[in-house]
């Protein structure tokens, strides 16, 4: 029984002690969120940059595999060429 008076003693002491240093805690906050913020925009920075170097290796590839189909059919035709 003496459980729930404790802890609502300490409840409303915790409360009582955040309201009278209300205004550290909002500063602590404002500077968690902007850290916060900073953090989430590098991530979304380095993400884009990740995700352009995979399109550029991926039209790389696309022209190199293009590439290479054009000289293996000018290849074929020349054999042909030669055995006619």
Known sequence: MALPFVLGLAVGAGAVIAFSKSDKIKKKAVSLFSKSKDVA?????????????????????AACIKEKKEQ?????????????
């Open 41 to 61: 925009n590098s991530s979304l920075e380095k993400g884009k940059e990740t995700v352009e170097d995979v399109k550029d290796t991926i039209n790389a590839t």
């Open 72 to 84: 293996q059919k000018l290849a074929k035709e020349s054999e042909k060429k030669e055995e006619k």
